[in-house]
């Protein structure tokens, strides 16, 4: 399935929305199958997935209705008719979201579209430095603004990358060193890319956005894939990571995601092992470790 992927003066000005509706409707249509849904099957389909004139008898609207809507026009169509082309896509919340934010964006100005780059306050890299867990700070792009000792020892030292090449992202698909960091790297990848489409569909006018995809597109021929499956998910609360790591072997860590308030958006990342555990005395030794490496 293709992906629009910007480039040239569009990865100045943002993602195409409309592109980015029309593929994200094309893609949920393609995963259903008339018999998913009690519709007869007839014949050979050129495509898979349902047609779009069964999608629109599925929502009980006309077939010319949503099919302006799949050729991106959704401005002006009511939360009902939303509602029911979610239900009838079989979407989950998360997905449900992405659509009413890709049909009907918020205006906004020039301005408002393209934010500039986040800081850490000081106030909170210093709740991350009291943390007794892996703890790390990211904004909606996926970059990494702070961090504590205990994420060094976990995830590697970002302290010497160049303060661009620090991003989730970037992170999970181009960088050797930080996927080994992990057991399943291929999860881990699912996940982020995920939540850089989740994202990426709340500030479709942000040019970073744009060329991190663009980037990521030309250099990993696994991102392309996913990207172009059209999934989107922010993470599961209370998810369990396994980890890798040369000196303590695999252990498992409990991620723990929770938003920042004030200003732009940013996501503190916790991450702790079960009271008991092996993992947690594979994480009480790194933090021996980290300590030590710092005198």
Same mark, same amino acid.
């Given at each position: 399935m293709s992906s629009h992927v910007a480039s040239g003066d569009e990865?100045?000005?943002?993602?195409?929305?409309? /592109?980015?509706?029309?593929?994200? %409707?094309?893609?949920?249509?393609?995963?259903l199958q008339p018999e998913d849904v009690g519709l007869p099957s007839h014949g050979r389909r050129r495509v898979p997935g349902l047609r779009r004139e069964e999608l629109a008898q599925l929502a009980g609207v006309s077939y010319a209705y949503y099919a302006r809507l799949e050729q991106g026009y959704g401005e002006t169509m009511s939360a009902e008719i939303m509602d029911a082309i979610a239900r009838?896509?079989?979407?989950?919340?998360?997905?449900?979201?992405?659509l009413v934010r890709l049909a009907r964006p918020e205006r906004r100005s020039a301005?408002?579209?393209?934010?500039?780059?986040?800081?850490l306050r000081p106030s909170v890299q210093h709740l991350l430095d009291a943390l007794g867990v892996p703890a790390y700070v990211v904004d909606r792009r996926?970059?990494? %603004?702070?961090?504590?000792? %205990?994420? /060094?020892?976990?995830?590697?030292?970002?302290?010497?990358?160049?303060?661009?090449?620090?991003?989730?992202?970037?992170?999970?698909?181009?960088?050797?060193?930080?996927?080994?960091?992990?057991?399943?790297?291929d999860g881990t990848a699912l996940r982020v890319a995920r939540a850089l489409r989740m994202n990426a569909g709340k500030s479709p006018g942000d040019p970073h956005?744009?060329?991190l995809i663009q980037e990521l597109s030309q250099k990993s021929e696994e991102f392309r894939q996913l990207w172009a499956r059209h999934e989107v998910s922010c993470g599961a609360v209370g998810e369990t990571v396994r980890m890798r790591h040369p000196l303590v072997g695999e252990f498992d860590?409990?991620?723990?995601?929770?938003? %920042?308030?004030?200003?732009?958006?940013?996501?503190?990342?916790?991450?702790?092992?079960?009271?008991?555990?092996?993992?947690?005395?594979?994480?009480?030794?790194?933090?021996?470790?980290?300590?030590?490496?710092?005198?």
């Open positions: 990865a100045t000005s943002g993602l195409d929305r409309r /592109t980015e509706l029309k593929e994200f %409707l094309r893609s949920r249509r393609a995963r009838a896509l079989r979407l989950n919340e998360e997905e449900r979201e992405h301005t408002q579209a393209a934010p500039p780059q986040q800081r996926l970059n990494i %603004l702070g961090w504590n000792r %205990l994420a /060094t020892a976990v995830f590697g030292d970002w302290g010497p990358l160049p303060p661009d090449e620090r991003n989730a992202a970037r992170l999970a698909f181009l960088s050797s060193e930080a996927r080994e960091r992990f057991a399943d790297p956005f744009a060329s860590l409990v991620h723990e995601p929770m938003a %920042l308030p004030g200003g732009a958006p940013m996501r503190l990342a916790t991450y702790h092992a079960e009271p008991g555990s092996r993992s947690e005395e594979a994480l009480r030794m790194l933090a021996s470790w980290e300590m030590e490496s710092q005198h």
